[in-house]
């Protein structure tokens, strides 16, 4: 099983900055992609940004030149720096993390996809 946890959240003004951090653990073999996603009150969730194995990164528009996705592969963890904040950025953010593992249980050693979300972290702003 694979479980993704997701840090970082808080209170901020309009132009800080936060840094969320995301962490997925379990028995993974490998990982193809690593995202974030948010959703405001009243919303659907959205991407904000993906990153894929040896790939480039992806942001949404409103974003794009604000924050950036990183990830360190040793640790199975994602970033998402986020610079000149807007109340528009407020939410909870998600982590969702897709890849391959080894299954335990009744199927133990067998390989399946996996594609796991955290329980978020949230987003609000002051004034």
């Known amino acids: 099983q694979v479980q993704v946890v997701e840090s970082g959240g808080g209170l901020v003004q309009a132009g800080e900055s936060l840094r969320l951090s995301c962490a997925a653990s379990?028995?993974?073999?490998?990982?193809?992609?690593m995202g974030w996603y948010r959703q405001a009150p009243g919303k659907q969730r959205e991407l904000v940004a993906t990153l894929t194995s040896g790939g480039r990164p992806n942001y949404t528009d409103s974003v794009e030149g604000r924050f950036t996705i990183s990830d360190n592969n040793a640790k199975n963890t994602v970033y998402l720096q986020m610079n000149s904040l807007k109340h528009e950025d407020a939410g909870v953010y998600y982590c969702n993390v897709r890849g391959r593992m080894v299954r335990t249980g009744a199927l133990v050693g067998t390989f399946a996809d996996f594609d796991s979300w955290g329980q978020g972290t949230q987003v609000t702003f002051s004034s």
């Open positions: 379990g028995s993974i073999i490998s990982i193809k992609a």
